[in-house]
């Protein structure tokens, strides 16, 4: 794997089957007044304080069903090009019984539509809904998660869902980062972490936290550093990528060829050190991304240096050519 300036990653990116498994919630919401790629404004809405109740329903629909609570008149529509944050109260329909509130926390979920992260009922429900709107959306067990449930949410088979969703921003960037629900093991090497502290608000400046400190000389710009890494997108809280499953560790010499985001992180750190990188769109891939990372994603990284060389080792090239041998170096 080469982490150059295009990043060279995995040809898909690893997206878990549904966001709701995981999130947890959203607190006040400050209202921002943001021009996004629909030319409306504004596309943030300040969250209303009154949290919804759910209540049971006598009979399940056949088909997603859709009432507007609050229905707005202007402002953005959710559409499949642009990040949606969500306050959310998710029960099962013939109980109430709730498995999933954003009001009870601080992070909303953010999703897109059309990306395999929500439930195709909450899809459905959601599509023509505009900011600042409240709907309530009731999901048959078939847009739901069928016959299999959802054991970890206490969501037994064959259940209808009925949620009441806020749309609080439609966004050409994410304004919120979605918690890490699980990482994959496979053929992880020792020493992966088991879990990213993913931060809340979507960074637009670069933040390093060191997790350890390491011993010795401090990397600098030009080094020859060997790291391990593990990734994360921030809109979906799901790694992309890692060195500890590839079973390598990754040469970088810093200033040359990666994302800004990640060499610049890099410097500073010593051998044994352990760092996460919290990096705005800006600094990876910027509006144009780089596939699997899509348009204007910040990312998040878990750093391990392993090893810090001044410079670059020098390799050479022998060739023979008709009797005579020539050495070549870079």
């Known amino acids: 794997m080469s982490l150059s300036r295009s990043l060279r990653f995995p040809t898909a990116l690893v997206v878990g089957a549904l966001l709701l498994a995981g999130c947890s919630g959203s607190d006040q919401l400050k209202g921002t007044v943001v021009q996004d790629g629909q030319g409306c404004v504004p596309s943030v809405a300040i969250k209303t304080t009154d949290v919804p109740t759910i209540t049971k329903i006598a009979t399940v629909p056949k088909k997603v069903e859709k009432k507007d609570l609050t229905k707005m008149a202007k402002g953005c ?53 505009r900011v600042g709107g409240r709907r309530q959306i009731t999901i048959p067990a078939g847009d739901a998660y069928g016959k299999d449930g959802n054991f970890s949410q206490g969501i037994g088979a064959n259940k209808a869902l009925l949620f009441v969703v806020d749309l609080v921003g439609v966004t050409p960037k994410p304004l919120y980062c979605n918690a ?25 400046a670069l933040k390093k936290t060191d997790l350890k400190v390491g011993t ?8 020859y550093v060997t790291v391990q890494y593990l990734g994360v997108a921030c809109s ?47 600094l990876a891939y910027g509006s144009a991304g780089q596939a699997p990372i899509g348009a204007n994603e910040p990312l998040v990284f878990i750093i391990e240096v392993q090893a810090i060389a001044e410079k670059p080792p020098v390799t050479t090239t022998t060739t023979t050519i008709a009797g005579s041998t020539t050495t070549t170096r870079p």
């Open 236 to 282: 979906t809280g799901q790694q992309f990528d890692s060195s500890w499953d590839k079973g390598e560790p990754f040469p970088i010499t810093l200033g040359e060829g990666t994302i800004p985001g990640f060499a610049s992180g890099i410097e500073g750190m010593k051998v044994g050190g352990r760092r996460q990188l919290d990096i705005p769109s800006a």
């Open 180 to 204: 890490v629900t699980t990482l994959p093991s496979g053929k992880a090497g020792a020493g992966k972490p088991t879990t990213v502290a993913m931060p809340v608000e979507a960074p637009t």
């Open 77 to 129: 529509v959710a559409d499949s090009t642009s990040f949606l944050t969500l306050s959310l109260v998710g029960a099962t329909a013939d109980d109430a019984q709730v498995f999933t509130d954003t009001f009870a926390g601080k992070r909303p979920v953010t999703a897109k539509l059309g990306a395999g992260q929500l439930l195709p009922g909450l899809e459905t429900g959601l599509a023509g809904m």
């Open 216 to 223: 010795g000389n401090a990397a600098k710009k030009g080094n």
